[in-house]
């Protein structure tokens, strides 16, 4: 398939691009088809993956890791992003450390091996995805009665609608997932020497 939007070399990008995608690039062993698809625009690269490493990689909050990247996982499932589906989901296998919730959250989190705390929080940041309009004052209490703060629920609905601009990104501009995605965290990983 002839791309409609070329991917740039990675030796021709600005030198914090290159730098940031060869370090990611060190870490995962292969570089994420996202990071040079959308390296064709600096400007907006750099703000894409800053405002996703402010909310994907903060400490504050009681969101895990892995309930940042559930909520990516069930969003991206509704809104059909195969990319941040796949990518998201061996994220997700990583750092719950239990690949069968994964696949139950993309398939269908309503009937995911996942606490009511978690299922509360997917239930909001579904409906904030999917229908923003009717967020009111007893979804805010509800997820208060699940121990989340008024921070806390920021951040859910940040992720939730980042990840709608990602996923619409992604989908449009056909930024297929990287094949080494597929068995992230469902096999152990190999031991380096």
């Known amino acids: 398939m002839t791309r409609r939007y070329p991917v740039p070399e990675l030796a021709s990008l600005p030198e914090d691009i290159r730098a940031r995608i060869l370090e990611?690039?060190?870490k995962a062993g292969f570089i994420p088809n996202v990071f040079l698809a959308l390296a064709r625009r600096p400007a907006e690269w750099r703000a894409f993956f800053a405002y996703h490493d402010a909310l994907m990689l903060k400490e504050e909050g009681s969101l895990t890791k892995g309930e940042?990247?559930?909520i990516v996982v069930a969003t991206s499932s509704a809104n059909q992003c195969l990319y941040c589906v796949v990518a998201h989901g061996a994220l997700?296998?990583?750092y719950e450390k239990q690949p069968l919730v994964s696949d139950q959250v993309a398939a269908n989190y309503r009937k995911a091996d996942i606490t009511p705390r978690q299922r509360a929080m997917l239930d909001f940041a579904l409906k904030l995805s999917q229908r923003s309009a009717e967020v009111e004052e007893a979804d805010f209490e509800?997820?208060?009665a699940h121990g989340?703060?008024?921070e806390?629920?920021?951040d859910i609905a940040a992720i939730s609608a980042?990840?709608?601009l990602s996923n619409r990104m992604a989908s449009f501009a056909h930024i297929e997932p990287n094949p080494e995605f597929y068995l992230m965290g469902r096999l152990p990983r190999e031991k380096k020497a």
């Open 24 to 26: 990611v690039q060190e």
């Open 68 to 70: 940042r990247e559930m």
């Open 92 to 94: 997700l296998r990583i």
């Open 142 to 144: 509800r997820l208060h």
């Open 148 to 150: 989340f703060d008024d």
């Open 152 to 154: 806390d629920i920021w």
């Open 162 to 164: 980042f990840f709608g």
